[in-house]
């Protein structure tokens, strides 16, 4: 393994001979042929990069919108900001949360992180700084999902094992809203327009909540099992989400969508009896769909034909979120072996 030396025991190892393998696909702005003669997609220095760091499991990931920083978020209670160019170097970590980070997102213009934690608070981080520049206490129990609105006033929708989810404006004091449930919820997300909230939960159903009349106006039946993750599409016409039924399910929210708005199911990623959050999320264009699985790899489908497109390997525990790279084809993933693999496909 060729070494690159950079600061600190984040040391990182390019990969040599090459322990996942991503077949490449022919991408419209192809780059110089790699060294093994394979024509290059992306511009990470390496096919794939291992970045290491974090002291413990890895529950999530994003890219920031420019495509240039990842942020991860772990059981160690750290959030780490990487290069994704050059080699790849941890250079903040973003402290101040009492217990694991389980959801973080950037806002829309890229410069704030929100995170959440069982800690019961949401949290949000300057970028530029590194500094924490507010922190959410409202929920009685563990925080395990937030979502920040894409346009608008700056809202965040966060979800909580005390059965609740809750609004916040980012300009102001405590939270503005709260949407009371029966249930755990353990994943939210936005409507496109930020007119309403979508939840998910130990229920199995998706609600959407009306923010004018703060009530749910539509339940999506589909899952058999718990809820770990959803995720909005970049068009905002459909929800993406995960459950433990091992299912990913496409819902058309468009309005007069038919009554059964399960209009794709896709299978192959597993979960365990570890019941991790395992999150999932849409490629920049819409076209393919990826996720996280205990089985420890990596899934990602075609939208179109609910085909399995690849099944990464590399990872030697669950691998709790996948993401798309958002102009490159790059993924990302984190897994509970306390690892990010930035990967060429």
Not at 18 to 39: D, F, L
Not at 305 to 329: A, D
Not at 337 to 344: A, F, N, S, V
């Amino acid at each position: 393994m060729e070494v690159i030396p950079s600061g600190g025991e984040n040391a990182l190892s390019t990969v040599g001979p090459r322990p996942m393998e991503w077949s490449t696909v022919p991408y419209s702005t192809p780059q110089a042929p790699g060294p093994n003669g394979k024509q290059r997609t992306s511009s990470l220095e390496s096919p794939i990069m291992l970045l290491t760091g974090h002291q413990s499991a890895i529950y999530t990931m994003k890219f920031n919108p420019a495509g240039t920083v990842v942020a991860s978020g772990s059981h160690d209670k750290e959030i780490f900001l990487w290069n994704v160019h050059g080699d790849c170097k941890n250079f903040m970590v973003l402290k101040g949360h009492k217990n694991a980070v389980l959801d973080l997102h950037w806002t829309t213009d890229g410069s704030q992180i929100i995170s959440a934690s069982p800690d019961k608070t949401l949290r949000a981080w300057d970028v530029e700084t590194g500094k924490q520049i507010k922190k959410m206490a409202e929920h009685s129990s563990f925080v395990n999902s937030c979502c920040p609105s894409r346009r608008g006033p700056p809202l965040v929708v966060s979800g909580s094992d005390d059965g609740t989810a809750k609004l916040w404006d980012m300009r102001q004091r405590g939270a503005i809203q709260t949407f009371p449930d029966k249930y755990q919820i353990t994943a939210v997300g936005f409507s496109d327009a930020s007119d309403k909230i979508f939840t998910g939960g130990i229920d199995n159903e998706v609600k959407v909540w009306d923010l004018r009349k703060g009530e749910v106006t539509m339940t999506l039946q589909g899952h058999q099992d718990m809820i770990t993750g959803m995720q909005l599409s970049p068009d905002g016409s459909y929800l993406l989400t995960n459950g433990m039924d091992c299912k990913l399910c496409i819902w058309d929210m468009r309005p007069y969508a038919p009554q059964n708005r399960c209009v794709k199911v896709m299978e192959g990623h597993q979960h365990n009896f570890e019941k991790n959050l395992l999150k999932c999320s849409w490629s920049p264009d819409g076209s393919k769909v990826t996720a996280g699985s205990s089985d420890r790899m990596v899934y990602i489908w075609d939208t179109t034909s609910r085909r399995i497109l690849y099944k990464l390997p590399g990872h030697t525990g669950s691998v709790n979120e996948c993401v798309f790279h958002p102009s490159e084809p790059i993924v990302g993933s984190c897994g509970s072996d306390k690892q990010i693999y930035l990967g060429e496909i």
